[in-house]
């Protein structure tokens, strides 16, 4: 199992950005996905998540203003991130797991995980 993120970069308060995780080595469309993020000094923690069924699950920190999305046809998971806020800025790095989660947010239901993309947004 691969995941590659990309779509990270710098961005002012108030923008947007589109997060993208490639899988492979894997049936996509019967994994659990989510996007967690670390904040240098904190704790990695769960943004978004999305199951086999299209349910999903946002952190509320983001409700509203992010979106996660999947295309199993191109095996990608997609977060659309708007209104950011210099408190969005962290790594991002999608994970994955083969079958339903419960909660879809902790990092404990995941056990693969790509690299991460960095995401900065300024005041």
């Known amino acids: 199992v691969q995941l590659v993120e990309s779509g990270g970069g710098s961005v002012q308060a108030g923008g947007s950005l589109r997060l993208s995780c490639a899988g492979s080595g894997y049936t996509y469309s019967t994994y659990s996905m989510a996007w967690f993020r670390q904040a240098p000094g904190k704790e990695r923690e769960g943004v978004a998540s999305i199951d086999s069924a299209g349910s999903t699950n946002y952190a509320d920190s983001v409700k509203v203003r992010f979106t996660i999305s999947s295309d199993n046809g191109k095996s990608t998971l997609y977060l659309q991130m708007d209104s950011l806020t210099p408190d969005d800025t962290a790594m991002y790095y999608c994970?994955?797991?083969?079958?339903?989660?419960?909660?879809?947010?902790?990092?404990?239901?995941?056990?693969?995980w790509g690299q991460g993309t960095q995401v900065t947004v300024s005041s």
């Open positions: 994970a994955a797991y083969p079958g339903p989660v419960v909660n879809g947010l902790a990092t404990y239901e995941y056990n693969y």
